[in-house]
């Protein structure tokens, strides 16, 4: 045995010491969580937060969906009827609806009902004044 693997008293009492240091941080792998080093402390948000009034909109939030597309469809009224009825109609057929002259129509967003209105003119064009917003079921 050469003397330079004999451990002295000293060193033997020094090796526990550097066992109880604390050992450097490992990264784990990549499992798509976060560790606690990466989470943001809740009050760096609460901060982020109190920068804007209550209520006032996130304007940079809000501009990201500016560009997403939307159907809007203004309803006159419904009718039902059967197939043979409707192979029947031609030019100058008068289908009745449901809603009386002067009932507000419904105006959906991507087939939702959100708000009522009224036929308007514009130019040489028919248009939809909105003149009620109706309320979300959803929570």
């Given at each position: 045995m050469a003397e330079d693997d004999v451990n002295t008293p000293e060193e033997e009492t020094a090796a526990p010491e550097e066992a109880a240091a604390p050992a450097p941080e490992k990264k784990e792998a990549d499992d798509g969580?976060?560790?606690l080093g990466e989470?943001?402390?809740?009050?760096?948000l609460i901060d982020e937060a109190n920068d804007f009034e209550m209520g006032e909109p996130m304007v940079k939030d809000v501009e990201a969906i500016y560009d997403v597309p939307v159907q809007i469809s203004a309803v006159l009224g419904r009718s039902q009827m059967q197939v043979s009825q409707l192979l029947k109609?031609?030019?100058?057929?008068?289908?009745?609806?449901?809603?009386?002259?002067?009932?507000?129509?419904?105006?959906?967003?991507?087939?939702?009902?959100?708000a009522r209105g009224e036929v308007v003119v514009v130019e040489d064009k028919l248009g939809v004044t909105m003149t009620e917003i109706v309320k979300s079921d959803r929570a």
């Amino acid at each position: 045995m050469a003397e330079d693997d004999v451990n002295t008293p000293e060193e033997e009492t020094a090796a526990p010491e550097e066992a109880a240091a604390p050992a450097p941080e490992k990264k784990e792998a990549d499992d798509g969580g976060m560790s606690l080093g990466e989470m943001h402390d809740p009050s760096d948000l609460i901060d982020e937060a109190n920068d804007f009034e209550m209520g006032e909109p996130m304007v940079k939030d809000v501009e990201a969906i500016y560009d997403v597309p939307v159907q809007i469809s203004a309803v006159l009224g419904r009718s039902q009827m059967q197939v043979s009825q409707l192979l029947k109609l031609g030019r100058g057929a008068v289908v009745e609806l449901d809603r009386k002259v002067g009932e507000a129509i419904d105006i959906y967003v991507n087939n939702r009902l959100v708000a009522r209105g009224e036929v308007v003119v514009v130019e040489d064009k028919l248009g939809v004044t909105m003149t009620e917003i109706v309320k979300s079921d959803r929570a």
